[in-house]
């Protein structure tokens, strides 16, 4: 899964620098230069929209996080937090680039680095089953200590599948379902599995999320 994630995020990068030489090269303009240590604003009147987005993402982020661990609510809701804020964060920066800065075509520069990361976040939801091995489907057969699951999602990487999910000590049930015995055959489920060897040829459920 590390690997596959880390081959993953190279890629995120490779392209974005591919297109900031593009852009450098169509626009005729250098990339603005961001020191490392500094918040880059242009303006007072950035600094502090730039510190009121981030205090707003810092509270937010802090509340979802307790919805999501502790409350047991969908993760859905730190994926939409964090886009949202993506998408925020890097159209306050173009707004002031355009309006603030000696060269407005650095808003172009931020724009297509806020695309290249919202795809890179929609690509890996819609390839979580690959990245992540999370299995989500309908509960088709219930056993003592097991059940199957009918793979149904629009992931990219697999179609419709049937995957056996085995229970162990340290499951954990969330979301409709406190334990095993309340799930039924038709629950749409998410199950996180163990990472087991390839040569497996069914899963151990680490988290059961029933909606």
């Known amino acids: 899964m590390w690997f596959k994630l880390l081959l993953f995020w190279l890629i995120v990068f490779s392209v974005n620098a591919t297109l900031k030489f593009v852009l450098k090269k169509w626009l005729k303009v250098e990339p603005r230069k961001k020191e490392l240590f500094s918040s880059n604003h242009l303006n007072e009147t950035h600094r502090k929209v730039d510190w009121f987005v981030r205090g707003a993402s810092l509270i937010t982020g802090l509340a979802t996080t307790y919805l999501v661990i502790l409350e047991d609510y969908a993760i859905t809701y ?4 964090g886009i949202f804020f993506v998408i925020v964060d890097y159209s ?10 000696a060269y407005p075509k650095h808003s172009i520069f931020t724009l297509s680095e806020m695309v290249v990361w919202l795809g890179a976040i929609a690509l890996l939801i819609q390839s979580s089953s690959f990245f992540f091995g999370i299995i989500e489907g309908v509960v088709t057969e219930k056993a003592e200590t097991s059940f199957t699951v ?3 999602s629009n992931r990219l990487w697999s179609g419709s599948s049937v995957e056996e999910v085995h229970l162990t ?3 954990i049930f969330k979301g409709n379902v406190t334990t095993y015995e309340e799930l039924e055959e038709g629950d749409m489920v998410s199950v996180m599995p163990f990472d087991l060897p390839a040569e497996f040829s069914y899963s151990l459920a680490s988290e059961v999320t029933v909606e």
């Open 78 to 81: 730190f994926v939409i937090w």
């Open 150 to 152: 009918e793979v149904t």
């Open 92 to 101: 306050v920066r173009a707004y002031f680039e355009w309006k603030a800065s």
């Open 169 to 171: 000590d340290a499951t």
